[in-house]
């Protein structure tokens, strides 16, 4: 859209507000409703300012004024308020200056593909993510000084297979590990993911499927790929859709990576690809029918992984789900539709198709940092010809002890993924796409989870330890 068609929209859709949003480093999306009154064209070009002080990891209160700076392109109609509102997503810039703010995670998307434009190698970067979420119907934690606990419950979940229930208990719902694929009355998540979808198609976002995933109270739903900063934008509205949706059927939605013990955690797998000048980069006649530069960028995805990990899996819960020896991709090793690594080449019958998949993430993450992330070090993996070895076309699951010693691993907490990133980040440097200022800036917020996390006693515990 351009301002002119956004202007057009709110007087044909006759909308009352317009929300403007963006995204903090953590990757929690913020927003501000303005009446529609103040929505004229010098808005839309001009910007909104704001206080930046109050955003975590952002400006202090002595430098606080900042701008957000609307994206025409980004407009969609908000489905969930009562009044017809217009929403925007925005990038935020210095207001003395213009300048794209360093620490704005949707600018470093940006600055992430204008660089991939600059380098010649390719004119644009497709990502398509795989966001799994759980749904429950109760949730509730408590941390205090004398109290550390928490509850999640829904009635579909394998647990409550002998509850009793005042309506009675049917008895139909997957197991543990068994949610993959069973129809209804197993599955009992089909009306609500199909609400879920229906919404996003309506917001403009490209979808395709959703089914329950492997573990208990598991879903998933499936967008169409996009490029780097368009697609992280649809994957915030994804998670807004799923939250609300959730919400308005009487449950809660989240993304923790690892919520529930003894089943599977949620994982973000990210499809990516190159194209220049119309064509595949991907697409060649090496491993996989992969190209050349493909292979060079899996070699930088996997050198680069344990930096990676501070973006890809952010949260101290990332690493309950990264664990050896169970079904999770912690092992820096790629093949051909083998899923035990943490690269894999889906099977494509069209050159068009070909991509990479790093199935190390998971939904905690900042959308538009960890794509960013992700494809710098794959462009560093092209520019510097990283040669990523032989492929692994072995179940890896199964190797015996000597052979797995010898395939290195992704990062095992969140407190090893701040130390590789602050020993390994000049390839996120390049092009002033990520700047020393806002890595600094970020891994000051994580260290505060981090500490948070280390300084407070667990149940399990007190199960081990008390009687000491």
Same mark, same amino acid.
């Given at each position: 859209m351009s301002i002119k068609d956004v202007l057009k929209t709110i007087k044909d859709e006759d909308v009352a507000y317009v929300d403007i949003r963006f995204?903090?480093?953590?990757?929690?999306?913020?927003? $501000?409703? $303005?009446? =529609?009154?103040? $929505?004229?064209?010098?808005f839309l070009e001009e910007g909104f300012m704001f206080d930046g002080s109050s955003i975590a990891g952002w400006k202090?209160?002595?430098?606080?004024?900042? *701008?957000?700076?609307?994206?025409c392109n980004s407009a969609?109609?908000?489905?969930?308020?009562a009044e017809k509102t217009l929403c925007i997503h925005c990038s935020v810039v210095e207001p003395d200056t213009g300048e794209a703010y360093d620490r704005d995670p949707r600018g470093t998307a940006e600055k992430a593909e204008a660089y991939l434009k600059s380098t010649g190698i390719g004119d644009v970067s497709y990502?398509?993510?795989?966001a799994e979420f759980f749904l429950f119907d109760d949730v509730r934690f408590q941390v205090g000084i004398n109290k550390v606990s928490y509850e999640v419950d829904a009635i579909d979940a394998s647990w409550n297979s002998d509850t009793e229930y005042e309506m009675g208990n049917t008895g139909h719902r997957p197991g543990? *590990? +068994? +949610?993959?694929f069973p129809v209804n009355p197993i599955d009992d998540g089909q009306d609500i993911r199909s609400e879920m979808l229906s919404t996003m198609k309506r917001? +403009?976002?490209?979808v395709d499927k959703h089914h329950h995933e492997v573990a208990s109270c598991q879903h998933e739903l499936g967008m169409i790929f996009g490029s780097l900063t368009h697609q992280a934008d649809e994957q915030q509205k994804y998670k807004y859709v799923v939250h609300n949706v959730a919400q308005a059927y009487g449950k809660t939605a989240t993304f923790m990576p690892k919520p529930i013990a003894g089943d599977n955690g949620t994982g973000m797998h990210v499809n990516m690809s190159i194209w220049k000048d119309g064509k595949p980069l991907f697409a060649g006649d090496k491993y996989a029918d992969l190209s050349q530069e493909a292979l060079w960028f899996i070699g930088g995805i996997l050198k680069h992984a344990k930096a990676l990990n501070a973006f890809t899996n952010p949260a101290t819960n990332s690493y309950k789900r990264l664990i050896p020896g169970f079904e999770a991709p912690v092992l820096r090793a790629y093949s051909a539709s083998n899923r035990s690594g943490c690269v894999r080449i889906p099977w494509a019958e069209s050159p068009n198709a070909k991509r990479v998949e790093a199935r190390f993430p998971d939904p905690a993450a900042n959308p538009y940092l960890c794509f960013a992330a992700l494809l710098m070090a794959g462009l560093d993996g092209i520019k510097n010809k990283m040669d990523p070895g032989p492929?692994?076309?072995k179940d890896l699951y199964d190797l015996p002890p000597e052979e797995l010693a010898g395939i290195p691993t992704v990062c095992a907490s969140l407190r090893e993924a701040l130390d590789e990133l602050e020993a390994d980040h000049d390839f996120l440097l390049a092009g002033d =796409?990520?700047?020393?200022?806002?890595?600094?800036?970020? =891994?000051e917020l994580k260290w505060e989870e981090v500490y948070a996390y280390e300084h407070t006693p667990h149940p399990i515990e007190f199960k081990m330890y008390y009687g000491c």
């Open positions: 995204t903090d480093p953590r990757g929690q999306l913020q927003h $501000v409703t $303005v009446i =529609v009154d103040e $929505v004229d064209e010098d202090s209160i002595d430098q606080s004024d900042m *701008k957000l700076m609307p994206d969609y109609m908000d489905p969930f308020y990502f398509g993510p795989e543990i *590990k +068994g +949610g993959y917001m +403009g976002i490209k492929a692994s076309d =796409v990520f700047t020393k200022s806002q890595i600094e800036g970020y =891994v």
